[in-house]
């Protein structure tokens, strides 16, 4: 698929939130049901990778900060796995903004916004599949 090609499946797949702050996560899960997208909703990697949604997930929605595993470590873990689940990444970091950022992108990554970001622009990427 090309990058402006507007990938309609993926609203009828399950887009997986993975973010430790509850706040941050009701908050993503609502803008994504406004928006027609089927969501759930996890607290950690290692709680998403052991769900029974795993296999029905279009894309994850990944806090960089997690406790436990990082968002980069379950990007890794997805990628090993051998199932095809799109990643975009959400941080609050400031520091290592840019490196994490390449390092996410070169490894696939759709997106990767600093909070906080405009919602629209998490739903283009999710719609079209552009790194932001």
């Not at 973010?19 to 990697?45: K, Y």
């Amino acid at each position: 698929m090309s990058a402006l090609a507007v990938d309609t499946t993926i609203e009828q797949r399950v887009v997986a939130v993975v973010e430790d702050d509850g706040g941050m996560r009701a908050a993503l899960e609502s803008l994504l049901r406004s928006a027609g997208f089927v969501t759930q909703t996890f607290a950690s990697a290692e709680a998403f990778l052991q769900s029974p949604c795993l296999t029905g997930t279009a894309v994850v929605i990944s806090d960089m900060g997690l406790p436990g595993m990082s968002g980069l470590e379950l990007q890794q873990e997805l990628a090993r796995s051998g199932l095809e689940i799109r990643i975009a990444f959400v941080t609050a970091e400031t520091t290592n903004f840019n490196a994490m950022r390449a390092q996410a992108v070169s490894a696939g990554a759709i997106a990767f916004l600093q909070k906080p970001f405009d919602g629209e622009e998490l739903l283009t990427a999710l719609r079209c599949g552009t790194t932001q």
